[in-house]
Each structure stands twice: as C-alpha cells, then as structure tokens.
C-alpha cells in the first residue's frame, strides 16, 4: 500500500515556465512533508519541507503548497530552468515516526531549453 | 550544507562473497542513519534504521542477517551484504539526520551501485 503516491511518472515544461509537481497522501498522522531532488546515480538532495501547521512555504524559485484536507501537496518552481531536470521524491513523515520518511515514486521533469 | 559520503560508489562482486559499505557524516554528528535501497524505475525502500550504539531496527521483509549493520560511531554506519547473490544486485543509499534541531531533514550520500556476478 502505498502511502505516499506522485501519479505522474514524468513532466515536461518550457525553460521560464512553472513546473507543478504533484503528490498525495494516504496516511493521516503525517505531519510533516519534505521534497528531494534526485540526478541518476546520485543520493537525494533535500529541497523544501513544510509543517501540516503550515499550507504554504517558499524558498527562492521553490514553493510547496500543503492541502491538509486533500491529503495533497504540490512543488511549484518558477521559473523552471534547464538545471531543474530531475527526478522529484515527494516524502512524509511524522512526529514519533523516529524521523523514518517515507517516499513516493518520483517524477522526473524535463526542462526544455 | 550537511555531507555524507559513501565508500565504494560501485562495487562488483562474485555471488557468495560479502561486501561492506560504509556512509559517513563529514560535517556532522548523526545518531541515526538510515539504510535505502533503491530498484528501477522504483522508489527509495527504507531497509534499516541504524542507532549509534545499539542494534539497528530493520524493516519488515529484510533480512537482519544477510544485510548487516554496524552504527560505530556518531559520523559512521556500515552495511554489509552478507553472501550476495545477484538478486542482492541493487543501488544503496544511506542518509544521515544530525543530532541538533530535532530536524526531519535526512541528508543523503551519493548511493553504492553493487553488481553481483
């Protein structure tokens, strides 16, 4: 059963233009969000995080949006640029979790030039 | 920013022989890392939580005695695959959460490509 679901595999968007990703979730005692960017072969790096107390937080060209009562967050970088192209692990977890995160598939964006 | 290394970044091995990773926190103290393994096409699966000293807690479905953990230190955990066979053939990762802040925030080593042959 997956807890954390991105639905769309992959994303392409016009370099200047907003990427929106997308991620849903299941389980209801998460209570804090965070996004990871990923290149092939590469660890994850941390992105932006939000707190359920919050529904929206902004970092640069990166803000996450938390709907708490549709169990939805979405990343929204603008403007997209080239360098953005990876995959994006959308990961929850939540207070007494013992900081155990857990992750979505991914979806890979593709900025084109 | 938070580092974490990871050593080797790929190994290949023959079936029936253990290899060993290490994941370090360069710049930080961590008293829990955590040990992921990562299929294609496939999200990250958490394998084990490692605590500076005491035995990891490992996930439903792993094995304890075939992925080994060694959490020496406060900047070092280790993840040995004990007789790999192919199926063992997968990309590591390990991530380390530093000790100040109560931080959610996992910071990521580059991952451990392992080919077993």
């Known amino acids: 059963d997956q807890q954390v679901k991105q639905n769309s595999p992959s994303l392409s968007v016009q370099e200047g233009r907003i990427s929106i990703l997308n991620c849903d979730y299941t389980?209801?005692?998460?209570?804090?969000f965070l996004w990871y960017k990923k290149y092939p072969a590469e660890g994850p790096t941390f992105l932006i995080s939000?707190?359920?107390?919050?529904d929206k937080n902004e970092d640069g060209r990166f803000t996450v949006f938390l709907n708490k009562s549709a169990k939805h967050l979405s990343l929204h970088i603008v403007p997209s640029q080239p360098g953005d192209s990876a995959v994006y692990f959308c990961a929850a977890t939540y207070s007494g979790g013992y900081q155990k995160v857990t992750f979505g598939i991914g979806t890979k964006l593709q900025v084109i030039p | 920013g938070a580092v974490v290394s990871q050593h080797p970044s790929r190994v290949i091995c023959k079936s029936g022989t253990s290899v060993k990773i290490e994941c370090r926190s360069l710049d930080f103290q961590a008293t829990t890392m955590f040990w992921y393994r990562q299929f294609p096409k496939k999200s990250l699966m958490l394998m084990a939580t490692s605590n500076e000293g005491s035995k990891a807690t490992y996930e439903q479905g792993v094995e304890k005695d075939k992925f080994l953990i060694n959490h020496a230190s406060l900047t070092l955990s280790t993840l040995t695959v004990t007789s790999a066979h192919p199926e063992d053939s997968s990309f590591y990762i390990c991530s380390a959460s530093p000790i100040a802040g109560g931080s959610y925030e996992q910071y990521f080593g580059p991952g451990t490509r392992l080919t077993v042959t």
């Open positions: 389980n209801s005692m998460f209570d804090y």
């Open positions: 939000i707190s359920s107390i919050k």
